[in-house]
T-cell receptor
Framework: AQSVTQLGSHVSVSEGALVLLRCNYS??????LFWYVQYPNQGLQLLLK??????LVKGINGFEAEFKKSETSFHLTKPSAHMSDAAEYFC?????????FGTGTRLQVFP | DTAVSQTPKYLVTQMGNDKSIKCEQN?????MYWYKQDSKKFLKIMFS???????INETVPNRFSPKSPDKAHLNLHINSLELGDSAVYFC??????????????FGPGTRLTVT
């Protein structure tokens, strides 16, 4: 069975600081990995995804994530946080039609 | 044009009532989904349909019945609503089915409150 663990339900950073949101997965087969962002009272928007190929994946809004098979991780980073990045971030894994989501990490950005 | 739309956005109703949520996608996708997000923001799949055929039916009470009149629409009907049904329900769609490689596009959600 697949699962996702997001370490840290809340992460706070200052504007301009590095953002690091952690995601570890468990999968018996090569996984497809996704990061979604949810702004308040909105649906989920895809930030980036890893399927095959290059392990460093670039997404929208300056975010990127690196697939590390040896560490079963897919951490999300952004070099410089912006106030507009404040949202809930979800990591998800899939190898069929089901997206299995982590419990989410709320990112707060302070001025 | 909205890619995945849901109606209504908010739904407040009393225990025991029956209600429906509608979802439409204009992306030309073959597969549609319903997810439930609870009060702790945890998201879990409920159902998926591929071209009107039920593919995934998670352990959801049979008071929940999805219906797909065509591949652009997936509705969710809930009978005998209970307090525990209060949640945000998201509809999503993806290009195809089978591998999990295709990203899913989510609607804005329907916040259901059962009193």
């Amino acid at each position: 069975a697949q699962s996702v663990t997001q370490l840290g339900s809340h992460v706070s950073v200052s504007e301009g600081a590095l953002v690091l949101l952690r995601c570890n997965y468990s999968s018996s087969v090569p996984p497809y990995l996704f990061w979604y962002v949810q702004y308040p009272n909105q649906g989920l928007q895809l930030l980036l995804k890893y399927t095959t190929g290059a392990t460093l994946v670039k997404g929208i809004n300056g975010f990127e994530a690196e697939f590390k098979k040896s560490e079963t991780s897919f951490h999300l980073t952004k070099p410089s946080a912006h106030m507009s990045d404040a949202a809930e971030y979800f990591c998800a894994v899939s190898n069929t039609d089901k997206l299995i989501f982590g419990t989410g990490t709320r990112l707060q950005v302070f001025p | 044009d909205t890619a995945v739309s849901q109606t209504p956005k908010y739904l407040v109703t009393q225990m025991g009532n029956d209600k429906s949520i509608k979802c439409e996608q204009n992306l030309g996708h073959d597969t549609m989904y319903w997810y439930k997000q609870d009060s702790k923001k945890f998201l879990k799949i409920m159902f998926s349909y591929n071209n009107k055929e039920l593919i995934i039916n998670e352990t959801v009470p049979n008071r929940f019945s999805p219906k797909s009149p065509d591949k652009a629409h997936l509705n969710l009907h809930i009978n005998s609503l209970e307090l525990g049904d209060s949640a945000v329900y998201f509809c999503a769609s993806s290009l195809a089915t089978g591998t999990g490689a295709y990203e899913q596009y989510f609607g804005p959600g329907t916040r259901l409150t059962v009193t």
